[in-house]
């Protein structure tokens, strides 16, 4: 049922050509499609990268198909955790990506928002923001494992973090309600102390990791941004709300395959994106709105935004 739905929905609103528009300064702002498109209420917006041009126009965005594997995911955070170790792509990965208790390693559902400026950050990440920060945390990771220095200062710090609940275990009374807890670190970091001394289990991590990195950095290099502007209907989204709001960030969550059907317009950046993201009480970079952008930007703004000016009147404004 819903199905037909879909499609009488396609037939009756959804254009049967794509628009696509190619900006090419990085610094451009300003919303690229009309007034109409911005003021529908069912247009929502995919920020991604070129990498995925082909897999998106082929099958549309369908949970738990990500251009990614989800295991490999689950086994670079798992390596680390191991160690003990993160880094900044894994602060990401491990709560955003597979979630803290792997909530999302079968239930990773595609993701649009209502804020064109927020699809375009989120373009602005070379790969997408999984793979990019897969690729941060695979390439630091390499350079913690090959580096003598840096495991002895990783092993110096597990050193005293064992010690620490060693010495609190040795002084705990057997009924303290903390005993457990304690035991579970002291266990975790007496693990983990073996395992970084071991030259097996360290070239084996390192082998899988070289591996991964294979696998996924031709998804990050002469990568450039791509945001598509889909039109929807709410009972496709687990989570929407009305009415939405186009200056607001409101991250919508499909519940079922969003057809490349619904796509209207595509948007190119391949000469990179420039990081601009208005505040709520700041007026938007619209076309058919340029003096009130420019009169509260050159009221409120003070260096270093005064590039921004210059910017503007790079671009028309």
Same mark, same amino acid.
């Given at each position: ?13 959804v ?12 610094d451009?702002?300003c ?14 917006? $995919? %920020?991604?990268s ?14 738990n ?7 490999d ?5 798992e ?6 170790? %993160? ?5 990401? =990965? ?10 999302? =390693? ?18 602005? !990440?070379?790969g997408?923001?999984? !793979?990019n ?20 200062? $990783?092993i110096?710090?597990l ?22 807890s304690?035991?579970?670190?002291f ?38 941004? !791509? ?8 009972k496709?989204?687990?989570?929407w ?29 391949p000469? %990179? ?26 009221? $409120? ?17």
């Amino acid at each position: 049922m819903l199905e037909m739905e879909i499609d009488a929905f396609k037939d009756k609103f959804v254009k049967k050509t794509m628009l696509e528009k190619i900006i090419d300064e990085p610094d451009e702002v300003c919303y690229p499609l009309s007034r109409e498109i911005f003021n529908d209420s069912k247009i929502l917006y $995919h %920020g991604t990268s070129n990498s995925y041009i082909e897999r998106i126009e082929s099958k549309g965005w369908c949970k738990n198909d990500q251009p990614y594997e989800m295991t490999d995911i689950k086994s670079i955070c798992e390596l680390m955790e191991s160690l003990d170790y %993160g880094n900044k792509g894994y602060a990401v =990965l491990r709560p955003f990506t597979l979630g803290v208790t792997d909530y999302y =390693l079968k239930n990773k559902m595609p993701s649009f928002t209502s804020n064109y400026w927020m699809a375009r950050t989120f373009a602005s !990440v070379l790969g997408g923001e999984t !793979v990019n920060n897969l690729a941060g945390a695979l390439n630091d990771f390499i350079n913690f494992l090959n580096s003598n220095d840096l495991r002895q200062k $990783h092993i110096d710090s597990l050193t005293s973090k064992f010690a620490k609940y060693d010495e609190f275990l040795k002084q705990i009374k057997k009924t303290d309600p903390n005993i457990d807890s304690f035991r579970t670190m002291f266990q975790k970091y007496k693990k983990a102390l073996e395992l970084i001394k071991s030259k097996q289990f360290l070239n084996e991590t390192l082998k899988k990791t070289l591996a991964l990195k294979e696998k996924y950095e031709p998804f990050v290099q002469n990568a450039y941004g !791509v945001i598509y502007v889909v039109r929807v209907r709410p009972k496709w989204f687990k989570n929407w709300i009305e009415p939405i709001q186009p200056q607001t960030r409101t991250d919508f969550l499909a519940d079922i395959t969003i057809s490349t059907e619904t796509i209207i317009a595509k948007i190119f950046f391949p000469k %990179g994106i420039t990081a601009y993201f208005p505040a709520s009480n700041v007026p938007l970079p619209l076309p058919w709105a340029k003096e009130e952008f420019k009169k509260y930007i050159s009221s $409120h703004f003070v260096p270093p935004h005064e590039r921004f000016l210059k910017d503007f009147k790079k671009i028309g404004f």
